[in-house]
T-cell receptor, first 112, second 114 residues
Framework: AQSVTQPDIHITVSEGASLELRCNYS??????LFWYVQSPGQGLQLLLK??????LVQGIKGFEAEFKRSQSSFNLRKPSVHWSDAAEYFC??????????FGTGTSLTVIP | EAGVAQSPRYKIIEKRQSVAFWCNPI?????LYWYQQILGQGPKLLIQ????????DSQLPKDRFSAERLKGVDSTLKIQPAKLEDSAVYLC????????????FGSGTRLTVV
């Protein structure tokens, strides 16, 4: 069965610092991987997705993620965090059956 | 394009009452999903529609939850009777060609059962 693990429940970074949010997945075949961001009281917004090909994918808002099959990971990165990036971040894995499984999320706090 | 519309935004009910949520997906999106997001957790899929047919409802508590998408467009999710543990945000999402292309989510309905 598919599953997604986000080991960090909460992360605090200083504005301007780099960011890496971890995501590990369990899936029998080539996974379809996604990162979503959720601001308070809002729905989820797609940041980026990986289907195949180049393992480094670029997303919106300056985010990128790297797929590492050997580590079953799809970590999200940003070189310089802005205060507006404070939100909840969800990693998700999609299956060929169009099912979608989310991790439990990582809450990001940005301090000035 | 217009996004996924959900209503109401907030709802407070007493336990054992019934409640219904409405979702209007993006025009042309054949796939529609309902998720339950309990505070501090990731969204959990309740039901997936393809047009007006149910694709997956394996995690829907069918003794109290029901959902329909009669004309393959908008959808209604109902809870009857509600329990305290149903307090959550109920998210609707739609997709043009399924999960592989990512979803577009609505803003959700926050349900509080007291």
């Amino acid at each position: 069965a598919q599953s997604v693990t986000q080991p960090d429940i909460h992360i605090t970074v200083s504005e301007g610092a780099s960011l890496e949010l971890r995501c590990n997945y369990s899936y029998g075949a080539t996974p379809y991987l996604f990162w979503y961001v959720q601001s308070p009281g809002q729905g989820l917004q797609l940041l980026l997705k990986y289907f195949s090909g180049d393992t480094l994918v670029q997303g919106i808002k300056g985010f990128e993620a790297e797929f590492k099959r050997s580590q079953s990971s799809f970590n999200l990165r940003k070189p310089s965090v802005h205060w507006s990036d404070a939100a909840e971040y969800f990693c998700a894995v999609g299956s060929t059956g169009n099912q979608f499984y989310f991790g439990t999320g990582t809450s990001l706090t940005v301090i000035p | 394009e217009a996004g996924v519309a959900q209503s109401p935004r907030y709802k407070i009910i007493e336990k054992r009452q019934s409640v219904a949520f409405w979702c209007n997906p993006i025009s042309g999106h054949a796939t529609l999903y309902w998720y339950q997001q309990i505070l501090g957790q990731g969204p959990k899929l309740l039901i997936q529609f393809q047009n007006n047919g149910v694709v997956d409802d394996s995690q829907l508590p069918k003794d109290r939850f029901s959902a329909e998408r009669l004309k393959g467009v908008d959808s209604t999710l109902k809870i009857q009777p509600a329990k305290l543990e149903d307090s959550a945000v109920y998210l609707c999402a739609s997709s043009l060609q399924g999960a592989l292309y990512g979803y577009t989510f609505g803003s959700g309905t926050r349900l509080t059962v007291v």
